[in-house]
């Protein structure tokens, strides 16, 4: 689970009269992630395409460009069927002529709609003034211009100007402009005004008849655009089956087509390389060799293990029936012969077999059903990188908790519950199953805390029920339990060092890698930092922490019905500092021993040494909000029902009105009275407060919780040890979905 599976390289060699053959087996099997050949091999070149495949591409753009004019989706496709090279050669040509002829004619008719609306966008200041367009031109002694603009500042600046003879006619804003004076000159006169010109349409007489002769224009334009589209709808309907089924046709030809092109050949012979799963070799061998038969050689040539960077780190050496020294494995040529160390790309595995390069496996996660939604989650960041830990089991078993922890209600966990299974079992995108299966995940977490905090949207008639009034947990909202609220950040600070320390070890192990020395100065050192400066602050010596986080009689765990009784640690004070009076605490060793192995390691890391301390306080955020929710869904139910408080400890007028609780405890340990208490209208705005708010606490605890939960695991504990970066298992192959050979 912590390790993606184990992959192994493979080599098919053969002849080139069985390449083709060796193609369509390979391809069925959907087993080898093939490795591109790099040309860095002397006398072997990459491959060429197979015969045919540039016809084969040609259709398949075809085929896609009339799925997006036609507009062709997953919900057309129908059952599966059998397609053959005649019917696509018939069919397409047929269903080609018909769209393209339909969406030439459909963008013929929307040009001119588009033409038509801009007639009718510059016609209606026109329509605004009212003068017949053949009145605007046309005049040998007058100079007409129209425009929209202040008319009084129009007619101010004309005055001022060299024109003597000038009229305006205004409406609405557009302004025409009549004057006895060379139209560059008018032009010139109201450039000192606010005016911005109209061309005057073509056109005679009046205005408000014109456009309406457009918009009749359009209506039948309109009426021609979705006559053709119904048209191209039809076909849509009819031809959608085969183009999606043509298309994976077509698309599973270009990819065996092309293929050779990752190969290593020569003349006569090709080399293939790959990555399957180590456990999946033998099927691959055995579903191949009866395919093929004696045309190709298959080997396993390495099985390798890989550092977290990457790095080629030690090769199981393996028993391969081809291949001899350093010659390709299977290959019937002059094998290349490294040039040099620094050629990466010629990578000799024990056996002295030279691969086609030294690039690392693809990673296929190995983590359970449950745990696999969390894998897209951890993708965010980074897949893992083969040899590299991965983190999504750590995240399973620790983000759902901070969650359900953060929110710890009942009713919220069954509705996130809910949500999450109709995202898993509903939509069909993969990344919003797994949002799904957290979503579940949380869902059902935070439902556990609530039965242990005894809440169920807040009220705490759970505990009543279940625990009868005592539940083994608080939130530590009410003042009889503010302990607790103490205890959660006491929690949080000790979940902190937990969680981090784990991610360091993670560190740690990878790094044993490079030797144990490595892994005491590059990760150990962080350790002791951690445990250090926190046993420091948990011993509270010198005053380093408050009481409460160490001393059981402050309420840190007191009052809860376990009694846990968490005194803090030893200070095991050394000596006492000479000249400052303070004594010196063991656990400072151990800090600064860890700073020091840091310094060894990377003296530029020193200057984060007090990442210890604020990673470890970012933490408390899982206390903060655990006290803000629980404070917004108490506040919406103490609106809505109303509340008093008797002996520290608040309690909702679900069953009594404020009457009962006055006359009981008296007036003043009515907190708020209700609204539900307060009259038909008070009520009904109640309501609307109830459910709102409710559901406000619903959305802001997947946006304050949900995020702050993944924010620890990025940021805090994926920083220590994950880096990512690994490729995705893509086997040559072929998922059908339209189409069956059968």
Same mark, same amino acid.
């Given at each position: 689970?912590?390790?993606?599976?184990?992959?192994?390289?493979?080599?098919?060699?053969?002849?080139?009269?069985?390449?083709?053959?060796?193609?369509?087996?390979?391809?069925?099997?959907?087993?080898?992630?093939?490795?591109?050949?790099?040309?860095? =091999?002397?006398?072997?070149?990459?491959?060429?395409?197979?015969?045919?495949?540039?016809?084969?591409?040609?259709?398949?753009?075809?085929?896609?460009?009339?799925?997006?004019?036609?507009?062709?989706?997953?919900?057309?496709?129908?059952?599966?069927?059998?397609?053959?090279? &005649?019917?696509?050669?018939?069919?397409?040509?047929?269903?080609?002529?018909?769209?393209?002829?339909?969406?030439?004619?459909?963008?013929?008719?929307?040009?001119?709609?588009?033409?038509?609306?801009?007639?009718?966008?510059?016609?209606?200041?026109?329509?605004?003034?009212?003068?017949?367009?053949?009145?605007?031109?046309?005049?040998?002694?007058?100079?007409?211009?129209?425009?929209?603009?202040?008319?009084?500042?129009?007619?101010?600046?004309?005055?001022?100007?060299?024109?003597?003879?000038?009229?305006?006619?205004?409406?609405?804003?557009?302004?025409?402009?009549?004057?006895?004076?060379?139209?560059?000159?008018?032009?010139?006169?109201?450039?000192?005004?606010?005016?911005?010109?109209?061309?005057?349409?073509?056109?005679?007489?009046?205005?408000?008849?014109?456009?309406?002769?457009?918009?009749?224009?359009?209506?039948?334009?309109?009426?021609?655009?979705?006559?053709?589209?119904?048209?191209?709808?039809?076909?849509?309907?009819?031809?959608?089956?085969?183009?999606?089924?043509?298309?994976?046709?077509?698309?599973?030809?270009?990819?065996?087509?092309?293929?050779?092109?990752?190969?290593?050949?020569?003349?006569?012979?090709?080399?293939?390389?790959?990555?399957?799963?180590?456990?999946?070799?033998?099927?691959?061998?055995?579903?191949?060799?009866?395919?093929?038969?004696?045309?190709?050689?298959?080997?396993?040539?390495?099985?390798?293990?890989?550092?977290?960077?990457?790095?080629?780190?030690?090769? &199981?050496?393996?028993?391969?029936?081809?291949?001899?020294?350093?010659?390709?494995?299977?290959?019937?040529?002059?094998?290349?012969?490294?040039?040099?160390?620094?050629?990466?790309?010629?990578?000799?595995?024990?056996?002295?077999?030279?691969?086609?390069?030294?690039?690392?496996?693809?990673?296929?996660?190995?983590?359970?059903?449950?745990?696999?939604?969390?894998?897209?989650?951890?993708?965010?960041?980074?897949?893992?990188?083969?040899?590299?830990?991965?983190?999504?089991?750590?995240?399973?078993?620790?983000?759902?908790?901070?969650?359900?922890?953060?929110?710890?209600?009942?009713?919220?966990?069954?509705?996130?519950?809910?949500?999450?299974?109709?995202?898993?079992?509903?939509?069909?995108?993969?990344?919003?199953?797994?949002?799904?299966?957290?979503?579940?995940?949380?869902?059902?977490?935070?439902?556990?805390?609530?039965?242990?905090?005894?809440?169920?949207?807040?009220?705490?008639?759970?505990?009543?029920?279940?625990?009868?009034?005592?539940?083994?947990?608080?939130?530590?909202?009410?003042?009889?339990?503010?302990?607790?609220?103490?205890?959660?950040?006491?929690?949080?600070?000790?979940?902190?060092?937990?969680?981090?320390?784990?991610? =360091?070890?993670?560190?740690?192990?990878?790094?044993?890698?490079?030797?144990?020395?490595?892994?005491?100065?590059?990760?150990?050192?962080?350790?002791?930092?951690?445990?250090?400066?926190?046993?420091?602050?948990?011993?509270?010596?010198?005053?380093?922490?408050?009481?409460?986080?160490?001393?059981?009689?402050?309420?840190?765990?007191?009052?809860?019905?376990?009694?846990?009784?968490?005194?803090?640690?030893?200070?095991?004070?050394?000596?006492?500092?000479?000249?400052?009076?303070?004594?010196?605490?063991? =656990?400072?060793?151990?800090?600064?021993?860890?700073?020091?192995?840091?310094?060894?390691?990377?003296?530029?890391?020193?200057?984060?040494?007090?990442?210890?301390?604020?990673?470890?306080?970012?933490?408390?955020?899982?206390?903060?909000?655990?006290?803000?929710?629980?404070?917004?869904?108490?506040?919406?139910?103490?609106?809505?029902?109303?509340?008093?408080?008797?002996?520290?400890?608040?309690?909702?007028?679900?069953?009594?009105?404020?009457?009962?609780?006055?006359?009981?405890?008296?007036?003043?340990?009515?907190?708020?009275?209700?609204?539900?208490?307060?009259?038909?209208?008070?009520?009904?705005?109640?309501?609307?407060?109830?459910?709102?708010?409710?559901?406000?606490?619903?959305?802001?605890?997947?946006?304050?919780?949900?995020?702050?939960?993944?924010?620890?695991?990025?940021?805090?504990?994926?920083?220590?040890?994950?880096?990512?970066?690994?490729?995705?298992?893509?086997?040559?192959?072929?998922?059908?979905?339209?189409?069956?050979?059968?």
């Amino acid at each position: 689970m912590l390790r993606p599976e184990k992959m192994c390289r493979v080599s098919v060699t053969g002849s080139k009269r069985a390449m083709e053959q060796t193609i369509e087996a390979v391809h069925d099997l959907d087993m080898l992630h093939v490795t591109e050949y790099d040309g860095s =091999w002397d006398g072997f070149e990459p491959g060429n395409s197979l015969a045919g495949t540039n016809e084969v591409s040609d259709k398949l753009v075809t085929v896609r460009s009339l799925q997006s004019i036609l507009d062709v989706s997953e919900e057309d496709a129908g059952p599966t069927r059998v397609v053959t090279d &005649e019917a696509i050669e018939e069919q397409l040509d047929e269903v080609r002529t018909a769209v393209n002829e339909l969406d030439d004619r459909r963008d013929d008719v929307r040009d001119e709609l588009r033409a038509v609306e801009d007639q009718i966008n510059t016609m209606a200041p026109f329509v605004a003034l009212g003068i017949d367009l053949d009145l605007l031109r046309g005049y040998d002694s007058l100079s007409v211009v129209v425009g929209e603009g202040d008319s009084d500042e129009i007619e101010a600046v004309l005055a001022d100007s060299d024109i003597e003879t000038f009229e305006l006619f205004t409406e609405d804003g557009v302004v025409a402009v009549f004057a006895q004076a060379d139209e560059d000159a008018l032009q010139d006169a109201l450039v000192g005004a606010t005016f911005s010109r109209l061309e005057v349409p073509e056109g005679d007489g009046d205005p408000t008849s014109y456009l309406e002769e457009l918009e009749h224009e359009k209506q039948q334009l309109e009426s021609k655009l979705s006559t053709v589209e119904d048209e191209l709808n039809e076909l849509r309907l009819d031809h959608a089956g085969f183009l999606l089924a043509a298309e994976e046709k077509l698309a599973i030809e270009a990819q065996k087509g092309e293929a050779p092109l990752t190969f290593a050949t020569t003349e006569n012979a090709f080399i293939a390389e790959g990555w399957i799963p180590n456990e999946r070799y033998e099927a691959f061998e055995r579903a191949l060799s009866s395919a093929v038969g004696d045309a190709v050689d298959i080997d396993r040539i390495e099985i390798a293990e890989y550092d977290s960077e990457g790095h080629a780190e030690s090769h &199981e050496e393996v028993e391969r029936e081809g291949g001899n020294g350093g010659e390709p494995v299977g290959s019937s040529v002059d094998a290349p012969e490294p040039e040099s160390e620094s050629q990466p790309q010629e990578t000799v595995a024990d056996g002295g077999v030279i691969t086609m390069g030294d690039d690392a496996p693809p990673v296929i996660q190995d983590n359970p059903s449950g745990v696999r939604p969390f894998e897209d989650l951890v993708e965010v960041v980074n897949r893992p990188k083969y040899g590299e830990f991965d983190p999504t089991v750590a995240f399973f078993l620790t983000f759902p908790a901070f969650f359900g922890f953060m929110i710890g209600d009942l009713g919220y966990g069954l509705l996130y519950l809910a949500l999450g299974y109709g995202l898993y079992s509903k939509v069909d995108s993969d990344v919003l199953k797994s949002l799904g299966g957290v979503g579940m995940w949380a869902g059902g977490f935070t439902a556990l805390f609530g039965v242990l905090y005894g809440e169920v949207f807040g009220l705490h008639q759970l505990g009543e029920i279940v625990w009868g009034g005592h539940p083994p947990m608080h939130k530590g909202l009410q003042p009889s339990y503010s302990g607790y609220a103490l205890a959660w950040l006491t929690m949080s600070l000790l979940a902190g060092t937990v969680h981090l320390a784990a991610g =360091w070890i993670f560190d740690f192990i990878e790094n044993l890698r490079h030797g144990l020395w490595d892994a005491i100065t590059e990760s150990g050192s962080w350790l002791l930092m951690l445990f250090g400066l926190w046993a420091w602050v948990f011993s509270g010596a010198n005053g380093a922490a408050p009481d409460f986080l160490y001393t059981a009689e402050a309420g840190v765990f007191a009052g809860n019905p376990y009694a846990w009784g968490f005194t803090g640690l030893p200070a095991i004070n050394l000596f006492t500092i000479p000249g400052v009076g303070a004594p010196f605490s063991a =656990w400072l060793v151990l800090f600064f021993a860890g700073l020091v192995l840091l310094a060894l390691a990377d003296p530029i890391e020193v200057v984060e040494f007090l990442n210890v301390l604020v990673n470890v306080l970012s933490y408390t955020r899982l206390a903060a909000v655990l006290l803000a929710k629980a404070g917004m869904a108490f506040v919406v139910n103490l609106l809505f029902f109303g509340a008093y408080s008797h002996h520290g400890e608040f309690h909702f007028l679900i069953g009594h009105g404020p009457e009962w609780a006055i006359s009981e405890y008296g007036a003043e340990a009515i907190m708020f009275p209700g609204l539900i208490h307060s009259g038909i209208a008070a009520a009904l705005v109640g309501v609307l407060i109830l459910v709102i708010g409710h559901l406000l606490v619903l959305v802001l605890g997947i946006t304050s919780a949900g995020l702050q939960g993944v924010r620890l695991e990025y940021v805090e504990f994926f920083g220590k040890f994950f880096e990512g970066g690994g490729k995705r298992y893509n086997p040559f192959g072929y998922e059908r979905n339209y189409t069956t050979e059968d």
